[in-house]
């Protein structure tokens, strides 16, 4: 489950306002033998119930349940108690402190609603075949007796008739009702005289007629103590109706007391519930819950030589639309492709289901005559293609980026296809193609980074994750120029995780900015330590560069550790330049923090930042320095790239750098080329700063 937000006190004036407000509607329509503070104490204990049960993940249904069946304990049964209790309490719950901003939460209301309403109706139809049971057992208690006065009889039925919410008539033996309370004949939407001259086979089908004339025959001959019929249908006004029957003798067998309780409208409720669960409020698709449950049974009932496909697709920009023209227009587009999409697939046995947010998934059942899979997102960029036209006459048009799970494996769980459908889509995005099909060996590997991504900050703080240090040295002389600090993950079982990975695996889950802080706290205070040693560089990803808190904490870092600024150096991404992160570069370095660009030289304003910004050092790019290492060589081309580069930077006045070295012989090659710092493997790595720097 997820870990709730922080809980305001029960007292809260808007937990006691709702409380308030739920207490007067639902009392002034039920009798409740409690006094006012007893009313609003009972209601507040069953509030908090229901929102600790709508907060937890997934929903308490259970909990939510056991509130509906409070309700009837409370004797809360008048005919709107639910109605109220929805109206009330559906928009009552968004506005609580413990819900808001949770993701989706109006669904969870909903779901908590519907096991509330459930657990009313379960209850409620308990209470009811209780009340039969009893009302049948004092009536048939009654009739014994009152033997002896027909009339003290009659008038204790009227009486207990009349305080009834169950529809109660007395027929002959023939069926010919003799009495009826108002309940029964609003029921059965008759008047009195109207029921009093026609008998309980009247107001039946005729099918149903003749089974229930034959089962009353038994009844009166002895031969069955009661009827019960959970669904018999009647007529009311011409319009059936099917509540719960009850039908017992009475006067010996003389006369038949017959009890009928209507919950359609109950009924009626838990069904638009229960739809409202599985569906989308907006545009009506159904939700990832029922998704899910249509997907796993077709994945145990569809036909292995077609199989099943599952397109998740995730609309390109939609935060511009919904940024640009508002949330209204968002809306307007979402339910528009959601026409589309069953457009799209017209014909087949799909299922169109919005996920959340700007996300959908068509389900698919093929058939020898299902169009293949590169058809199919053909007419799903069709359909998108054409434009939204907004009433101002604006037209606004939504592509998407599809993930395509085709034919999934027997073995492969409904869990399973989900996550490797997410997978497939995410692998679309990152390499910017429109679509993309699903591939296993792929998705192992895509569980896997995700997987080292998810524990990263776990093994960060049990110590696997720690520093360590590469020599800089200057290629002319040999000489230590500077020392990096670096993250390396001992992962137990699987391995070294490099510096690069760590980086990439924290940026994935937000883990970057604390780990940050961490590897340049780490790096102040080994190097502080020796007072005339070389610098300390620490690299910083595009994230952390773009920072506008970035100088401030590096500031603090430095101050804490007495480390001075003149021997700290941080490297900032190319890419990331421009805005901020220049920003950042100048504040730096007027703060006496030199700066070094990583990953220069195959940007297109490279060689603009390296005049604009007055770049004192740029570091080589890590993919230029990979191609120089292959067997071929770097290329003619690249050659004299990389050569007109170095020539540049030193007319601009500019140290240039490489890193990833691993031999000397590719030492040799960047010395001859120009370059003045490398770093990598063949200089050694150290477990400490000292060791470094020694």
Not at 35 to 48: N, P, R, V, Y
Not at 186 to 193: G, P, Q, R, V
Not at 591 to 620: C, Q, T, W, Y
Not at 664 to 684: E, M, N, S, V, Y
Request: aromatic share 4%.
């Amino acid at each position: 489950m997820s870990v709730p937000q922080p809980r305001q006190p029960i007292g809260s004036r808007e937990r006691i306002r709702l409380t308030k407000k739920w207490a007067y509607l639902v009392a002034k329509s039920n009798y409740l033998p409690l006094t006012h503070g007893e009313i609003e104490s009972q209601f507040g204990a069953m509030l908090d119930q229901l929102v600790r049960a709508a907060e937890v993940e997934p929903v308490d249904i259970a909990a939510a349940g056991r509130v509906g069946r409070q309700l009837i304990a409370l004797n809360c049964v008048s005919d709107d108690t639910l109605t109220c209790t929805v109206e009330v309490l559906g928009a009552g719950l968004l506005a609580q402190p413990e819900l808001r901003g949770r993701h989706q939460v109006a669904q969870r209301v909903v779901t908590a609603l519907g096991a509330l309403a459930a657990g009313y109706a379960d209850s409620g139809k308990q209470s009811i075949f209780e009340q039969q049971q009893n009302l049948t057992k004092s009536l048939f208690s009654a009739a014994k007796e009152t033997q002896q006065s027909l009339t003290a009889a009659l008038a204790r039925f009227d009486e207990v008739a009349a305080a009834s919410a169950s529809g109660i008539g007395i027929t002959d033996r023939a069926g010919r009702f003799v009495r009826s309370n108002e309940a029964l004949r609003a029921i059965l939407d008759l008047s009195e005289n109207e029921l009093s001259g026609m008998s309980l086979f009247d107001v039946m089908p005729q099918d149903e007629a003749m089974r229930m004339r034959t089962a009353c025959t038994e009844l009166t001959d002895g031969r069955t103590d009661r009827i019960r019929h959970r669904r018999t249908t009647l007529l009311s006004d011409g319009e059936p109706v099917r509540p719960l029957l009850s039908i017992a003798p009475i006067r010996g067998g003389r006369e038949l007391i017959v009890i009928v309780d209507d919950d359609s409208e109950l009924a009626l409720l838990r069904n638009q519930l229960k739809h409202q669960s599985l569906h989308d409020v907006l545009t009506g698709l159904p939700n990832r819950q029922y998704l899910s449950t249509r997907l796993e049974t077709l994945l145990n009932q569809v036909d292995r030589t077609t199989g099943a496909t599952l397109y998740q697709l995730d609309l390109d920009a939609f935060s511009v639309i919904t940024d640009g023209l508002g949330r209204q227009v968002g809306d307007q587009v979402l339910c528009s492709v959601g026409d589309r999409l069953r457009s799209a697939f017209l014909g087949e046995r799909a299922m169109v289901a919005r996920l959340g947010n700007d996300e959908f998934a068509v389900l698919v059942e093929n058939s020898p005559a299902t169009p293949d899979v590169l058809t199919m997102i053909g007419r799903i960029n069709d359909q998108l293609a054409e434009p939204v036209y907004l009433t101002d006459g604006q037209g606004v048009a939504a592509s998407a980026t599809i993930g395509v799970v085709h034919r999934p494996p027997a073995e492969m769980s409904m869990e399973d296809v989900l996550r490797t459908a997410d997978l497939t889509l995410r692998r679309a995005r990152s390499k910017g193609t429109p679509w993309e099909l699903h591939d296993a060996r792929l998705d192992v590997d895509d569980r896997t980074r995700y997987g080292m991504a998810a524990v990263l900050a776990g093994a960060w703080e049990t110590g696997e994750v720690r520093l360590v240090f590469d020599r800089q040295v200057e290629l002319a002389s040999g000489r230590t120029h500077a020392v990096q600090a670096m993250l390396r993950w001992d992962r137990p079982g699987h391995g070294v995780v490099d510096h690069r990975q760590c980086v990439d695996l924290a940026e994935r889950t937000g883990l970057m900015p604390s780990l940050g802080d961490w590897l340049l706290r780490g790096a102040c205070e080994q190097a502080a330590e020796l007072a005339d040693a070389p610098p300390v560089e620490v690299s910083l990803p595009a994230g952390l560069a773009n920072d506008e808190d970035l100088v401030a904490r590096v500031l603090r870092e430095v101050g804490q550790s007495g480390l001075p600024t003149s021997r700290l150096r941080l490297g900032l991404p190319a890419g990331s330049l421009g805005g901020v992160a220049s920003d950042n570069l100048a504040y730096l370095v007027e703060n006496g923090i030199d700066v070094v660009v990583e990953e220069f030289g195959i940007g297109p304003m490279d060689l603009a930042h390296l005049e604009d910004l007055k770049l004192r050092s740029v570091r080589i790019a890590r993919w230029l320095v990979e191609r120089q290492a292959r067997p071929e060589g770097p290329g003619s081309v690249v050659l004299r790239s990389l050569t007109q580069l170095v020539a540049m930077a030193h007319e601009a006045g500019t140290t240039v750098a490489v890193t990833g070295i691993e031999s000397a012989a590719q030492a040799d090659w960047w010395r001859d080329l120009g370059c003045d710092i490398a770093a990598g493997p063949h200089f050694g790595p150290a477990d400490s700063f000292h060791a470094a720097a020694q």
